[in-house]
């Protein structure tokens, strides 16, 4: 029964989702949309309880544990407990304070200290930084993957040589057509190859929405999925 009632769950309501696409009966479009609207707000609610305590979870066991760098553990802790007090009772825009910053005293004093603030001076500079890291690690794969190994990677190669060339002014001096040719390869051989992953993508979605519907892939229901 613990593994039949959530399979006829997933049944039911995943053949109700798809025929809510091609039935335009009003009673199907208005269950459709408290389905899409009010159920997935309870369940985001519960999913964010399951996840916050997991992560608790997951990091205390690396401290009691001393795994390697269990002093990050302390640190994704405690951010998480401040920015919880601050999201919670002091509000999450400065032009209206929650609970906290509206009772006065200290209130007034961790005024400034409201979510937004928090959020831009730390959450943004360590994204810039992520961000700078990342377009090292970027540029040492392009260097590996362009290597004229074969035929596609020299194509590959070719066409990220002119399009690098034709974004910049030295491009455009060098040979003037070259920023034209450089958008042609972006909107069109470019739009082509994104279509086709994007179709690959969605008959994927599709067979596993289907083999999750019909209960042929259980492993989303934990235990190896037997």
Partial sequence: ?????????????????????????????????????????????????????????????????KAEHWPFSWVTLITLVVSAILGLFGGIDPASPGILFRAGGVGRFLGTFHIQVLYENMMVPLAATMFALLAFFMASAAYRAFRARNFEATLLLIAAFILMLGAVPLGRMLIKPLPEFAEWILTVPNTAAKRGIMFGVGLGTMATSLKIILGIERGWLGGGGK
Avoid: W
């Fill in 1 to 65: 029964m613990q593994r039949r009632l959530p399979l006829l769950l997933v049944l039911v309501l995943g053949i109700f989702g798809a025929a809510a696409f091609v039935i335009p009966h009003p009673a199907v479009r208005g269950v459709d949309e408290v389905m899409r609207n009010d159920v997935i707000r309870i369940i985001t609610a519960f999913s964010l309880v399951l996840g916050v305590g997991s992560i608790i979870r997951h990091h205390l066991i690396k401290i009691r544990r």
